[in-house]
Nanobody, 119 residues
Framework: VQLQASGGGSVQAGGSLRLSCVAT???????????KAWYRQVPGKQREMVAS???????LYADAVKGRFTISRDNARKTILLHMNSLKAEDTAVYYC???????????WGQGTQVTVSS
């Protein structure tokens, strides 16, 4: 396992969750160089990018989550976080963490963690 995601669960609309993704094994030594992102997917739809952070700290958010979600990283702990506030029913999905190293085209996916928001 290269990326281990956790923190999903069930919450009522308006609530908050924090997703965590920890890098293990072979990518830990170069973790800080990777671009990092969170994606989500619902059945029958394509996986979509929710939030990303380049190695220089530049962030990008999908319009649907701007102002509600925040991506952060802890390079020392090899961790990617996604803070989700003011959750809506339409945020229900399986969330995946992702890392990408442009210089080598290496990429890794976490196993996915389910987020369910009830209205």
């Amino acid at each position: 396992v290269q990326l281990q995601a956790s923190g999903g669960g069930s919450v009522q609309a308006g609530g908050s969750l924090r997703l965590s993704c920890v890098a293990t094994r072979s990518i830990t030594s170069t973790f800080w160089q990777f671009d990092k992102a969170w994606y989500r997917q619902v059945p029958g739809k394509q996986r979509e990018m929710v939030a990303s952070m380049a190695s220089d700290g530049t962030t990008l958010y999908a319009d649907a989550v701007k102002g509600r979600f925040t991506i952060s990283r802890d390079n020392a702990r090899k961790t990617i976080l996604l803070h989700m506030n003011s959750l809506k029913a339409e945020d229900t999905a399986v969330y995946y963490c992702h890392t990408f190293l442009p210089s080598t085209n290496q990429e890794f996916w976490g196993q996915g963690t389910q987020v369910t928001v009830s209205s």
